[in-house]
T-cell receptor, first 115, second 112 residues
């Protein structure tokens, strides 16, 4: 199974809402990632978890809060978002995030719209 | 600062021709370079990885070259098909912590 799943596929939320994005993989990977992608732009890294510990935070605003409950699951908690946060949020996983030749497997993404 | 540039935002070619996409980078010496394909509204899908000591890598109709002197990678799709229409992204690993940096992508359109 080489699939990364993400739920929900679409999410509309107001600026005062709290919501969560979920990501799951069963490939035994120990590194998981959150990316943000705006239209016609490349994915931009937000967070990296390696062995369930946060290893990279790309200076992401605190209204985005990642969580890695176990090696298969990755969440992104959203609170008090701004309209400019509307984007496609991609989750990815790789073997363990330490080898430069690793391939990253991406999920289909969650399309987020903040009103 | 490190920079990755893909030379075209869009490339239109006729079915059966070879598509050639370019990825240039500056201020960086990556050990590996990767190419991904992304369809609209979907996540990127890994295609090929090439190491700095490899000049060329092939997979079916795909070929990637890596010139560390020119700081450039070329991505070729031979005998292109309309199903090859997608955005193609090159990516470099910034450090060994898994930080992939993507080029802005080239949107390839193959017309029948």
């Amino acid at each position: 199974d080489t699939e990364v799943t993400q739920t929900p596929k679409h999410l509309v939320m107001g600026m005062t809402n709290k919501k969560s994005l979920k990501c799951e993989q069963h490939m035994g990977h120990r590194a998981m990632y959150w990316y943000k992608q705006k239209a016609k732009k490349p994915p931009e890294l937000m967070f990296v978890y390696s062995y369930e510990k946060l290893s990279i935070n790309e200076s992401v605003p605190s209204r985005f809060s990642p969580e890695c409950p176990n090696s298969s699951l990755l969440n992104l908690h959203l609170h008090a978002l701004q309209p400019e946060d509307s984007a496609l949020y991609l989750c990815a996983s790789s073997q363990d995030g330490t080898a430069g030749q690793e391939t990253q497997y991406f999920g289909p993404g969650t399309r987020l719209l903040v009103l | 600062s490190q920079k990755i540039e893909q030379n075209s935002e869009a490339l239109n070619i006729q079915e059966g021709k070879t598509a050639t996409l370019t990825c240039n980078y500056t201020n960086y010496s990556p050990a590996y370079l990767q190419w991904y394909r992304q369809d609209p509204g979907r996540g990127p899908v890994f295609l090929l990885l090439i190491r700095e000591n490899e000049k060329e890598k092939r997979k079916e109709r795909l070929k990637v070259t890596f010139d560390t002197t020119l700081k450039q990678s070329l991505f070729h799709i031979t005998a292109s098909q309309p199903a090859d229409s997608a955005t193609y992204l090159c990516a470099l690993l910034y450090n060994q912590g898994g930080k992939l940096i993507f080029g802005q992508g080239t949107e390839l359109s193959v017309k029948p």
